[in-house]
């Protein structure tokens, strides 16, 4: 068993008045309820730019899906990130993200559901019960990451907003502002970025919704305040900086697929024994180590989500 899951924040931590104060004070006290952590000694300002001085991060509390594997450093997870909305090297989301403004924020949930709505996001959090997680992140052009993400189940969300039945798919969309993202104004990719999970994916626990890491609010880089994470498939899938979630009937047509579709499918679950046409896909480097290792089928978390696909081609479906 590759991944195990955190205790829950017991429920008399997150009353409304402490925990919602105000932003900081709620991913701050997430954060360390989740760690399982004395305040004392590890409490200060909840800053992005701080470095986590943290060793209880090393030691995810037990439970069914956390790894046991040595994280990566927060230093490698925020300036080493694809966000091509603020340009396409590796480090210019670091560089080029510092000043984007993630509130006030506005996140719509609209389509085939009985209760769309309009929220900001901070009003939209308030429910949810925030656990933390270490995933693996994987990307497909070859790189791996162990990273501490804060966040919750997206089936929370699915089953409050009673999807109807034509509801088969979720779409997520990222915010479209050329002014705060020098990127979307070069026609690289199809703005906004678009991405897409079957329902039954979107409903599986290990489909996150992310609002901080390393016992931060999310940096701006990784796809702030709001974002997926879906740690089966390869990086591409997991949205940034989402300001609309609609259920649909049909399959979505997403930003990568409709940039390269005999390079990017829709489903992308990590996949060894399917190479991309340009590249193996069999062996990743673990960001911070040199030598490469074999990627896993499902990115080693086939256990829970193999049955996912039970009967459907995988290259086919790719
Ligand atoms: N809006 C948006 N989301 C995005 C991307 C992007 O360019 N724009 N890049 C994707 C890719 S290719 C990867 S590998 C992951 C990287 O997430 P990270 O930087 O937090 O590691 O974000 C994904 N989500
Ligand atoms: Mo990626």
Redesign the pocket.
């Known amino acids: 068993m590759l991944i195990k899951r955190g205790p829950e924040i017991p429920s008399s931590e997150v009353t409304p008045e402490s925990v919602y104060h105000g932003r900081r004070t709620f991913l701050k006290k997430a954060a360390f309820a989740t760690a399982g952590l004395a305040t004392a000694g590890v409490a200060g300002p909840l800053t992005s730019s701080a470095r986590p001085q943290n060793p209880g991060w090393n030691r995810p509390p037990a439970g069914p899906y956390n790894t046991d594997e040595d994280l990566t450093s927060f230093k490698d997870?925020?300036t080493?990130?694809?966000?091509?909305?603020?340009g396409t090297d590796k480090d210019d989301?670091y560089k080029n993200a510092g000043d984007f403004k993630t509130r006030p924020w506005r996140l719509t949930i609209e389509g085939e559901v009985r209760k769309p709505a309009a929220y900001e996001l901070d009003d939209f959090l308030k429910p949810y019960k925030l656990e933390d997680r270490v995933y693996r992140?994987?990307?497909?052009?070859g790189?791996s990451?162990i990273?501490p993400w804060l966040g919750f189940p997206i089936g929370d969300v699915v089953r409050k907003v009673e999807p109807t039945s034509r509801a088969r798919y979720i779409e997520f969309t990222?915010?479209h502002d050329p002014r705060q993202m020098p990127?979307q104004k070069r026609p690289v990719?199809n703005w906004?970025?678009v991405?897409g999970l079957r329902m039954d994916e979107a409903m599986h626990p290990l489909a996150i919704f992310v609002v901080g890491?390393y016992g931060k609010e999310l940096p701006n880089?990784?796809?702030a305040p709001f974002?997926i994470?879906v740690p089966w498939k390869?990086?591409?899938?997991?949205?940034?900086?989402?300001v609309k979630i609609r259920f649909v009937e049909n399959e979505p047509r997403t930003?990568?697929n409709i940039a390269a579709p005999n390079e990017y499918g829709f489903y992308s679950n990590v996949n060894p024994d399917v190479d991309h046409p340009r590249w193996s896909q069999k062996f990743e480097r673990r960001i911070g180590e040199f030598r490469k290792r074999r990627t896993m089928m499902f990115n080693g978390y086939g256990d829970q989500v193999a049955s996912l696909y039970t009967g459907m081609d995988l290259r086919k479906h790719f």
């Open positions: 997870i925020t080493y990130n694809n966000f091509y909305e603020f989301p992140l994987r990307c497909v052009e790189w990451m990273i990222t915010l990127g990719l906004p970025y991405e890491l880089q990784n796809g974002r994470v390869y990086g591409f899938k997991s949205c940034k900086s989402i930003t990568w």
